[in-house]
DNA sequence: CCAAAAGTGTTCTCGATACACCCATGT
DNA sequence: ACATGGGTGTATCGAGAACACTTTTGG
């Protein structure tokens, strides 16, 4: 690599004085059969998860401790989505959005903290685009990578995993062609155990294969902290 | 829509106090048959146009604003990348970068900005990671949009626009099947005129169709300015 | 008539889809 | 024995890749 022209860049570039900056976060999960959102009350309505980050560490750093303080939940999966620049009352703010997503049936242990249907009403005009935004890319995520990973247990059954794509996704998926191609990529690791829970044949458990989540190429390989 | 929490979300949020923004911009053309990116001299090496942007409007205005000043060239297309925050000496800067495209032939009317080979030395690291992730970006674009619209001048000839897709993607393509999916995916509008240009035959000129181009869901719709 | 780029079709492979029945278990 | 979810195979279609010759012009 070339040696970094730090001073030069930064007396030309920085000292803009003091911009406020806000880091809002997605946390999302399949919670009761449908996809949920990490909520805050906020006066009658409700809120995204969010907060000022430290200013000496890198953003998703930042992002990762600012989820743990306000929801107690230190999530699987981490990605940024997209940088705002917003008009709030007087004051422009930077505002830096995150997705995260967390394993089905995790608990929120902060009180306040709550899961909400991904679809519900009460949160602000921005968090509402933040969050519609959020779920857009994880949707087109499961089509081409393996986040579902982050949204699954340790173990789990084939029919587990297909209720979650569904639940993402809204969308009925057929069951032969899924378990080919799940089972074709390669991402799955059979495991002897099976589960039993009913009258029925009992299904076999899987888990992700080590190393098999290539992060997609959206997120820059470095992804901060540089 | 739902009314906006606007004062009970910025009494719990904002106020971080002041944060170094900085924005930077990868400006891509294809120049004398090779992807090349806007540089300006910086001591012995070289930088991306940059900049502080002005507080009160949009990133992407800004953006913009920052790109005319330090090039003197108004983008075709612009979007959003990524935003890091990096340790510049003794200071942590919020950087937010950005990916620009231009025609191919433009010129650069600011005496100081160069059009250089997207592949040359002389960057710092954090614009070199940055240029990098840009070029990955527009490559992965080229495949599933029409971005390559903006890298064309108004009317060009199959041929020519082919050979700015082997450019950006460095990597040859039949020419058959290249014309083929051009043409079956419905974003050309074949003009009358033909080029000629040689002692060979002439070749027919086309031009994107209006409003073909999905700008692709990668970028929120509302991309700022909210 | 020769050089040079423009233009044009067919075959093959592979991944995605649609679709219906038998299997193992608990009660 | 029956109800319940687990598990499996085959035929079809469309997109993408490989591949070579004819056409039009200027000199």
Tied chains: 1, 2.
Excluded: C
Aim: net charge negative.
């Amino acid at each position: 690599m070339n040696r970094e022209h730090a001073t030069a860049q930064s007396a030309r570039s920085s000292f803009g004085g003091g911009f406020a900056v806000d880091v809002r976060i997605v946390l999302l999960t399949v919670h009761d059969g449908s996809l949920s959102v990490a909520a805050l009350p906020d006066g009658d309505g409700w809120q995204l998860p969010r907060g000022v980050p430290l200013a000496s560490m890198p953003l998703d750093s930042a992002a990762r401790l600012l989820l743990a303080e306000t929801t107690g939940l230190h999530e699987d999966y981490l990605e940024q989505l997209y940088t705002l620049h917003v008009n709030d009352g007087d004051d422009w703010i930077v505002l830096i959005s995150y997705l995260a997503l967390v394993a089905s049936g995790s608990g929120l242990p902060v009180t306040e903290a709550v899961w909400l249907a991904a679809s519900s009403t009460g949160f602000g005009d921005v968090d509402r685009m933040v969050l519609d935004y959020a779920i857009v890319r994880l949707q087109a995520k499961l089509g081409y990578t393996t986040v579902a990973f982050h949204l699954m247990p340790e173990q789990f059954t084939l029919t587990e995993l297909q209720d979650v794509y569904e639940t993402a996704l809204s969308m009925q998926l057929d069951k032969r062609n899924f378990r080919r191609r799940i089972i074709a990529s390669g991402m799955l690791e059979q495991l002897d155990e099976k589960r039993r829970d009913g009258s029925h044949r009992p299904a076999r458990l899987y888990r992700f294969r080590a190393g098999h989540d290539p992060q997609a190429y959206l997120t820059p390989q470095w992804a901060d902290g540089a």
